[in-house]
């Protein structure tokens, strides 16, 4: 698979937090090209802060691969990961993150800050706005629904 193929299945993920009523974000991570970790938003069900996509599927990789080192992962998310997930992102080695949507309100990895441009020992390398267009629509759509109501 190529990089458009594992957002696609971000994607995926996201469509499916959507149809729970959570915010549409989907991950995946990557380890020589398989996916080992899945995750997507379950605040709302789970009513819990830390229900976030990327850091399910962080912890489902840390239980395929047996250690909390993923150094040599990949991780896909559909929204720009936030200050926590970026934390746990650089906690995890996690090698390289590719997003979707920009988020300019929360997103930790250049939309309000860079955090992997901090001094922390670890640096992932970030590419942002893989298929941005696609990840986009359903959390336009998604807040748009949510403010008719």
Known sequence: M????????ALELAME?????????????????????RGRN????????????ELEAINAAC??????????????VTLEPCPMC?????????????YGARDSRVG???GVINIFEEGFGHRPQLVGGLL??????PLKEFFKNLRSR
């Not at 959507?18 to 080992?36: F, L, M, N, R, T």
């Not at 239980?63 to 896909?76: F, I, P, T, V």
């Not at 941005?132 to 629509?137: A, G, L, N, S, Y």
């Open 132 to 137: 941005c267009e696609e990840c986009t629509e």
């Open 2 to 9: 190529d990089r458009e193929e594992y957002m696609k299945k």
């Open 86 to 98: 970026a934390g746990a992102i650089i906690n995890a080695r996690i090698a390289r993150v590719f």
């Open 42 to 53: 379950r605040r709302e069900n789970e009513k819990n802060a830390l229900a976030h996509a």
């Open 17 to 37: 937090a959507y149809a729970e009523g959570e915010v549409p974000v989907g991950c995946v991570v990557v380890s020589d090209g398989k996916i080992v970790g």
């Open 108 to 110: 930790a990895c250049g």
């Open 63 to 76: 239980r395929a691969l047996g250690g909390w080192r993923l150094s040599n992962c990949d991780l896909y």
